[in-house]
């Protein structure tokens, strides 16, 4: 009997314990930051920073100087290259397949640099993207080269007291894609509506120590005509390009 009777207070000693722990742990601590410590502190912190835009009609295009290419209609061939002025410039026009068109433009003063950070604060970079929006009234698709370039200084010259800077192609971030072409009336060939694309390139960490370096983006355009079928081309038909640049880092606060 007086056996039995041990058994049941060794049983309840851990019940009393927790019923303890429990109620002492309804207390609220207080805790005092001012001495807290920012040495080695890591945040993280992304930047959506917006880096510039071409916005080009066709007009524009045939009056760049850079531009190749023809323009093929039922009775006559225009040769980019030659048309000089604004009256060489045969548009409106319904092209057919053959017309095949390439230009360029370049984004400058590029400053990568400034959105990467200061060194002594940036300790790693997590991700970066680079954002492009892309509003194309071109009736047919649009081949795309991203060129990155960046001022190099080979010399300078006493004369007038100017270093001498070449421009050059960082060809390991060169990116190429297409863009489908806006909505066409099958029975006028005028554009209805126009196509609206979001892209994103990502970059790696070794990537991101030669953007740094960048100075300038070229932006190579191709267009050509499917191979049947007819367009109507007007002068105010537009292709707007923004870039951003997203970038994800680790900060190191230090005291």
């Not at 892209?199 to 983006?217: C, G, P, T, W």
């Not at 191979?227 to 390009?241: A, F, P, T």
Request: with cysteine; aromatic share 10%.
């Amino acid at each position: 009997m007086n056996h039995k009777l041990y058994t049941r207070q060794i049983y309840w000693v851990p019940i009393i314990s927790l019923l303890m722990f429990m109620l002492s742990s309804c207390e609220v601590d207080e805790y005092d930051l001012k001495d807290m410590s920012t040495d080695s502190l890591m945040i993280e912190t992304a930047l959506d920073a917006p880096i510039g835009s071409v916005d080009l009609t066709l007009k524009d295009i045939f009056r760049n100087k850079g531009a190749l290419g023809n323009i093929v209609t039922l009775d006559s061939v225009y040769e980019l290259s030659k048309i000089i002025s604004e009256k060489d410039i045969p548009l409106p026009l319904e092209a057919i397949s053959g017309t095949d068109i390439s230009s360029s433009d370049t984004v400058k003063g590029v400053d990568f640099a400034n959105y990467f950070g200061k060194g002594e604060v940036l300790d790693s970079l997590e991700d970066v993207k680079l954002k492009m929006n892309v509003v194309s009234d071109f009736p047919f698709d649009v081949d795309f080269e991203l060129i990155f370039l960046r001022d190099d200084t080979v010399g300078f010259d006493y004369n007038v007291n100017l270093p001498f800077v070449e421009i050059k192609e960082i060809k390991s971030l060169k990116r190429s894609f297409s863009v489908k072409s806006a909505l066409v009336d099958k029975h006028t060939h005028k554009v209805l509506e126009a196509n609206y694309s979001d892209l994103k390139f990502e970059f790696s960490s070794k990537d991101s120590e030669l953007l740094q370096k960048v100075n300038h983006i070229k932006i190579n355009y191709h267009l050509a005509m499917p191979d049947d079928g007819m367009m109507y081309l007007d002068e105010d038909y537009r292709l707007k390009v923004s870039l951003s640049a997203y970038i994800k880092a680790r900060l190191l606060l230090n005291d």
